[in-house]
């Protein structure tokens, strides 16, 4: 039998498939998780703000800024998820999940990390020494040359040194012999120890660690030795620059030619500027520069945490540190839990009724994403928090959708194909045999007589593939521009957001892309060695009965199910494509659905009306609107700050328990966590001391005897940085979303697309307004989760109108669109179905944990289909009256013209005789 064309790449994207499922299984396996908070609970620390020495005081303003100092080092430890806020007027309180080290994270945290660099002004003068300098003033040369701390001198390993000119060139010369002159006293700001315990009188700070802009620790050059490199920013460059000119205006040996790098009162570096590459009142130019001072490579890391984070404005000391229970039960993890399963199962049950056999192909892929997506967070150590999880959950949903794309297009071209086909038996052509259909495949049909060949799945498929893969581009694409942003610029629960919104887009590209390809290739291919896999099949099956015959059924045994599994992988590979090439219509891509034929027939008018279309969003999106003015949203304690609470019981009481009291009580949305010692934690928002009082008599019926051990306001969680720099993140990738697209497509069809997802975000604000439901973290999470859907199924639609343009040139630019949207509206409406199944279980099994967060995405994900096709497209018909873009067809064109006009001349140019 001919060989199909291409089936050396398939084996080869099958053999990669492999690897990477046999890798991310490994990793799934073997490596543990971290849960967040709300999960599995963690430590937490409570620091108190002490005056500092330079007058400033412990008031909550700057509490406030220690706290968001300490998000920084957080967020350089690699731990995320974590959550701080500040408790009363001077006492912050950080909750910190699956930290393996809290007593280092602790000394971490509460290290002061105040940077200044001093010029050295000379050496403290003991009584019995010769002079100023003492016996280093009169050292060897080479020994002077040499830092105190005897490492290799800092300024050689700067990348921006100038080189000193040479003598007669201008530069002014070092004298040769140190100056015996004392420091002025009036001019010595600190006298502090070095490296070696010899006392340097330096002077003031020439450099803070504000003028930092990056710390990075790296070995040198011998790779001997750990160091950190510092660059500083603006300013600090010529403050650098001028303070190592100054001190290479002193001879060697001198400790003026010497520069203290101070972290918190201690020298930890002194090196001396070299001779060789400074010259006088030159200095170091690029504003780079090493520490070094012994360093390993734990504490070098250290160091450049410390200096790249910044140093407290406000000295911190911890007062208490414990063990804090998870926020949510065990019932309603475990709800969670079964109803993302209800919901996976669901959407996969829809996907293969809908696409039969690739649908079930794709609902096997999707466990493939679910494999990857799952070791690519824990081998990243990503904290998995259960709004996390349930957004993981909807997306294994929403991940279907590059495959829905692609059994699309490729129904379309089965169907074109058969229209080939039946147009062709009409003129009277005789079937092509297997073998000539086969030859067709390949492309090596060498008959004259003309045949009309069947319509070839696998072709469909593999052209299907490619047409879709412009959208499945464009889609990713907007999507990781989000994720990488939020993950640079943002910080906290956004920034771990954006980590697992671009691995799980990566994953899904691979479980589309690749896994779900091998797959679908497999079934629909027409060289399957069938004869040999029945023989290795049968084979396999036969050894693992033997294995059951000899030791019973066990899964113990590995031979059983080494054997096993290649039997009914053997017989499966070859028996399948036989089954789909007896009877195409049940490979799912050689029918189409009925939602494609009511479109086909009725061929609905859609864009009759867009002007009409744009007033009724415009109209909903003002009620929307007014909802933030009538009713104030009702922001929650990570927003807003509230109240925190300690409680001693008497008789045993769990946090379930507890957890239900308070919410009995009036107050469902207050955090409950078991302490140690058997003490309840509650946190609410903003409450009157009556109201605390409720929830003490409540806790008393069932608690015995309660004490309030503690009782202290506490400021949000998600403070005003953190939320300008989540906002700033969101703003950018918004700009360069629409960038892209006005790039990849037309400026009309990225502001539609903007405005349409604009649209979304206020209908879910608007509605929670209304509602009055907490506009808190969760609801975060769906937001950022929504904007990625509604980006998403604008890109496919316009995708869609630039092909159908580029084929209908002369046609109204209204009637390509309406055109394009009865062709992704099933598209539309089954990647819908996939996210709404699982939105849907979680809403009704998942608990009131996640019920607000289904709420936003359901809302969210129904308006993000209704905008695309009534706000975005309407918009984009309003807007092209303007867009002076040349049209694809246009832009096609050109190209075509300059590849041709390239080869000709190409050709002219081998064909010259020289």
């Known amino acids: 039998m001919t060989s199909s064309p291409g089936s050396g790449a398939r084996w080869l994207r099958a053999l990669i498939s492999l690897l990477i499922m046999a890798g991310a299984f490994a990793a799934g396996w073997f490596m543990k998780p971290t849960l967040g908070l709300d999960l599995s609970g963690g430590t937490q620390i409570i620091l108190e703000t002490r005056d500092a020495d330079d007058g400033t005081e412990a008031t909550a303003e700057n509490t406030d800024r220690v706290v968001e100092v300490l998000r920084n080092r957080i967020d350089s430890l690699g731990v995320s998820e974590a959550t701080l806020s500040r408790s009363g007027e001077n006492r912050i309180i950080v909750e910190l999940p699956g930290v393996q080290d809290p007593t280092e994270a602790a000394e971490v945290l509460g290290q002061t990390a105040q940077l200044t660099i001093h010029p050295v002004l000379g050496m403290q003068q003991d009584a019995g020494t010769g002079g100023m300098f003492g016996d280093f003033g009169n050292a060897p040369a080479d020994e002077a040359n040499a830092p105190a701390d005897g490492t290799e001198e800092a300024p050689a390993e700067d990348e921006g040194a100038e080189e000193a000119p040479a003598e007669g060139e201008g530069a002014e010369q070092a004298p040769e012999q140190p100056s015996a002159q004392p420091a002025n006293p009036e001019d010595v700001a600190l006298t502090l120890a070095d490296e070696s315990g010899a006392m340097l009188q330096l002077g003031e700070a020439a450099l803070t660690g504000e003028q930092v802009a990056s710390a990075e620790a790296a070995l040198n050059e011998l790779q001997t030795e750990w160091m950190v490199n510092v660059e500083f920013r603006g300013d600090g460059r010529d403050a650098w620059q001028e303070l190592t000119g100054d001190a290479a205006c002193n001879p060697s040996g001198d400790p003026k030619r010497r520069i203290a790098i101070v972290l918190d009162n201690e020298i930890i570096s002194s090196p001396e500027v070299d001779a060789t590459d400074v010259a ?16 390993d490579s734990e504490t070098a890391n250290e160091l450049a945490l410390l200096i790249e984070g910044g140093s407290l404005p406000l000295p911190v000391e911890e007062v208490q540190r414990q063990t804090v229970g998870p926020t949510l039960g065990a019932e309603a993890i475990r709800a969670s839990f079964i109803a993302g399963l209800i919901g996976v199962a669901l959407t996969a049950v829809y996907i293969s009724v809908t696409y039969r056999f690739a649908g079930f192909l794709a609902s096997i892929a999707l466990l493939c994403y679910t494999v990857i997506a799952y070791a690519a967070l824990v081998a990243l150590g990503a904290t998995l928090t259960l709004p996390g999880l349930a957004g993981f959950v909807l997306a294994i949903g929403m991940a279907i959708d590059a495959n829905v794309l692609i059994f699309e297009r490729a129904r379309e071209e089965y169907q074109r194909q058969d229209k080939v086909y039946q147009a062709n038996k009409s003129a009277g052509m005789a079937d092509a045999t297997e073998k000539e259909q086969d030859e067709a495949a390949a492309g090596v049909l060498t008959r004259r007589r003309r045949r009309a060949i069947p319509p070839n799945l696998l072709k469909a498929f593999t052209t299907g593939s490619q047409k879709a893969w412009s959208a499945v581009l464009d889609t990713n694409v907007t999507t990781l521009i989000a994720a990488v942003l939020l993950f640079f610029f943002a910080s906290g629960t956004v920034q771990g957001f954006g980590v697992t919104l671009g691995l799980g887009t990566i994953a899904s590209m691979i479980s589309a892309l690749l896994i779900a390809r091998v797959l679908m290739e497999w079934a629909v291919s027409r060289s399957t060695p069938a004869r040999r896999l029945w023989l290795v ?5 036969a050894v693992a009965l033997v294995a059951v015959l000899s030791d019973g059924l066990s899964l113990d045994n590995p031979l059983l199910l080494v054997s096993g599994a290649l039997g009914v992988l053997a017989v499966s590979v070859a028996v399948v494509p036989l089954i789909v090439r007896k009877f195409p219509a049940s490979s799912g891509i050689a029918r189409t659905s009925m939602i494609r034929r009511w479109l086909v027939a009725t061929n609905p008018d859609l864009m009759k009306r867009s002007s009409l279309w744009l007033g009724v969003t ?5 009620v929307a609107i007014l909802g933030l003015f009538v009713r104030s949203p009702n922001f929650g304690v990570e927003f807003t700050g509230g109240r925190s609470m300690n409680f001693s019981v008497t008789e045993s009481l769990s946090a379930d328990q507890a957890r239900e009291i308070v919410a009995d009580a009036g107050y469902p949305e207050a955090v409950v966590q078991e302490v140690e010692d058997g003490d309840i934690s509650v946190r609410t928002g903003q409450i009157s001391d009556g109201e605390a009082a409720q929830i003490e008599e409540a806790l008393a019926e069932e608690g015995g005897t309660v004490q309030r051990i503690s009782d ?24 360069l979303q629409m960038a892209y697209l006005a790039w990849r497509f037309r400026w009309s069809f990225g502001v539609s697309t903007m405005a349409a997802l604009a649209f979304d975000i206020v209908l879910v604000v608007g509605l929670f307004a209304w509602l009055g439901k907490p506009i808190d973290g969760v609801f975060l999470a769906a937001v950022l989760s929504i904007i990625g859907f509604s980006v998403n199924d604008s890109v496919v639609v316009f995708d869609r109108v630039r092909d159908e ?7 109204s630019f209204r009637s390509i669109a309406n055109t394009a949207i009865l062709h992704t509206l099933p598209r539309t409406v089954n990647s819908g179905m996939g996210g709404l199944f699982i939105l849907a279980a979680l809403a009704v099994f998942g608990g009131s944990s996640l019920t607000d967060f289904s709420i936003a995405m359901l809302v969210g994900l129904v308006s993000g289909m209704f905008s695309t096709v009534f706000v975005a497209v309407p918009l984009a018909i309003w807007l092209q009256r303007f867009d002076r873009t040349p049209p694809p067809h246009v832009v096609k064109e050109r190209k075509t013209k300059q590849r041709k006009e390239l080869r000709v001349a190409r050709e002219k140019t081998d064909g010259a005789v020289v």
């Open 280 to 295: 006088c009142d030159v200095g170091m130019s690029g504003g780079r520069t090493s520490i070094t001072g012994g360093f």
């Open 537 to 541: 099949g049968v084979a396999a099956l």
């Open 618 to 622: 415009a109209a909903v999106a003002l």
């Open 712 to 735: 202290e306001k506490i400021g949000p969680s998600m403070g005003d940085e953190l939320r300008n720099k989540a906002l700033i993140a969101l703003i950018a990738a918004l700009v």
């Open 805 to 811: 343009w580029a084929h209908n040139p002369k046609g």
